[in-house]
């Protein structure tokens, strides 16, 4: 009822958030499948072009290129496709949300080949040895700059599986330091010439952020077994964020994984190929089995991080359909789970924010997000990154907002809600609206806003609800949006 302290909704809440989170993970462990599935496969490119079979090497997701499902178009299994990254391209082929091809041939962006650039959401780069060509580097820092993902795998200095003089440090930084496109530290760090021999990096605490919470599970660990780190460099670009550092490190030095954004797009780094080795590919390769490794969670790393820089949380296949922001706009709703009918999925939130509790009700459907409510001090937080096209001109936010209260004043504000568009490094961008105690009535009222100032960035949508000592406010969402057009 309106007015009514949250506390005993607060116990069932957790444990039905409990319960969610187990089957999340026995979810991960038995199919590797998220819970909802995008309208629009995200479109994902393994590069095998660059000696990544070199040696030892063996980072495909299958032996049949471009096409691994010509190899098994049903696949259950990691050894259904054959290949060291198999079990990452059968966990995301799974989930029925992913289309997976391979690159054989030189990367292009713009071209008629059916893997060029611009048919793909996200470009991933598994441990290349081999320098990329003038032309490559143009095509990957013009896919990147114009929306679309990169995700570079690097491995320890001196890993030059081929001989010829270059291993994976060499060539990410030749990437970013000589290119036509923008040489000036574009994604704001660099990688070190390091040859770590073994570690667990640990993950930063960051509730928020898609790729430690993301649909594929949380991040604790990764794994070193002979690898490097990169130096960030924030100066240069304020958007870089180190997720998991070398034991020892923190802040601009020991970044095992970071991320970044380089014009509409998104990069992820991470200094070892052995987390993404599951231990199983072409005959006569010695591999290692770090996609599995215990000690570590580096499945649910490298699939969060393959969904953030496809826009998987937001963007619904890679924002524009064009493929790596070819600068048109698709009409298209863009925020994942939307009516948070998948439950606690795709958005961030804290415990017991997406809910089915009867204490309040949803506007349409079964769950909603139900933000303080306790009649004590607290604050809850509900958020979602998105990449808004930049070639779209309206892009409306939407949401319906349900206010009660049991405060009586009616000039006094004590509890509020925070709408806000934050940047990729957490800075405050703009806050769209405040509500507060003052505003409670009965039933939803839709909220619009404009984000189409936003056009061509990656933001995160954040609702932050804050409630004073004594007699509780409820602000309850439902049925968000964010339409472009």
């Not at 994604?187 to 790729?211: E, K, M, Q």
């Not at 594929?216 to 180190?242: E, Q, R, Y």
């Not at 070819?326 to 863009?334: E, I, K, P, V």
């Not at 506007?363 to 998105?386: C, K």
């Amino acid at each position: 009822m309106p007015g009514s302290p949250r506390h005993p909704r607060k116990v069932t809440t957790l444990l039905a958030g409990l319960g969610l989170l187990v089957t999340g993970a026995a979810l991960q462990v038995s199919t590797g499948a998220a819970p909802a599935h995008a309208a629009t496969p995200h479109r994902i490119l393994f590069d095998d072009g660059h000696a990544e079979e070199a040696g030892n090497a063996d980072w495909i997701i299958s032996t049949s290129k471009p096409d691994p499902l010509s190899q098994d178009s049903t696949p259950s299994s990691e050894t259904d496709w054959t290949g060291a990254l198999s079990a990452w391209g059968v966990a995301l082929q799974k989930t029925g949300d992913y289309s997976l091809k391979t690159a054989t041939s030189a990367l292009t962006y713009g071209g008629s080949s059916t893997t060029d650039l611009s048919n793909f959401d996200t470009l991933v780069l598994p441990e290349p040895n081999t320098l990329f060509t003038t032309a490559e580097k143009t095509a990957i820092m013009n896919f990147v700059k114009n929306g679309g993902g990169l995700f570079m795998i690097s491995d320890h200095t001196g890993a030059d599986r081929n001989n010829d003089g270059e291993d994976a440090v060499e060539i990410f930084n030749d990437l970013m330091t000589n290119n036509s496109v923008d040489s000036t530290d574009p994604f704001g760090f660099s990688v070190d010439s390091l040859s770590i021999s073994s570690d667990y990096p640990s993950a930063i605490s960051d509730s928020t952020d898609p790729v430690l919470h993301g649909s594929f599970g949380t991040v604790s660990k990764s794994l070193i077994a002979s690898g490097t780190t990169a130096t960030l460099k924030p100066a240069d670009n304020s958007a870089v964020k180190g997720l998991l550092y070398r034991t020892g490190y923190s802040g601009n030095t020991g970044a095992f994984f970071a991320t970044s954004t380089f014009g509409s797009g998104r990069v992820a780094f991470w200094g070892d190929s052995s987390p993404i080795d599951d231990g199983t590919g072409q005959s006569g390769n010695t591999l290692y089995d770090g996609w599995n490794d215990s000690g570590a969670t580096n499945a649910a790393l490298a699939l969060n991080a393959t969904e953030w820089l496809a826009g998987a949380s937001g963007s619904g296949g890679g924002g524009d359909g064009g493929g790596g922001g070819s600068g048109t706009c698709t009409a298209a709703q863009l925020l994942g789970n939307n009516g948070f009918e998948s439950g606690a999925t795709t958005w961030s939130a804290t415990s017991g924010v997406i809910t089915t509790s009867s204490s309040q009700s949803a506007r349409t459907g079964s769950y909603y997000a139900w933000l303080d409510g306790y009649g004590s001090a607290h604050t809850d937080t509900l958020s979602q990154s998105v990449t808004i096209p930049s070639g779209c001109t309206t892009a409306a936010l939407s949401f319906y907002l349900h206010i009660d209260t049991a405060e009586t004043t009616t000039s006094t504000v004590y509890d509020t809600l925070k709408v806000q568009v934050l940047n990729s490094s957490g800075t405050v961008l703009g806050t769209l609206a405040t509500y507060s105690n003052l505003n409670a009535a009965g039933g939803y009222t839709q909220r619009s806003f404009s984000l189409a100032s936003y056009a061509g960035q990656t933001v995160t949508l954040k609702f932050t609800g804050t409630e004073g000592s004594t007699l509780q406010t409820s602000f309850v969402l439902d049925d968000t949006a964010l339409t472009v057009s």
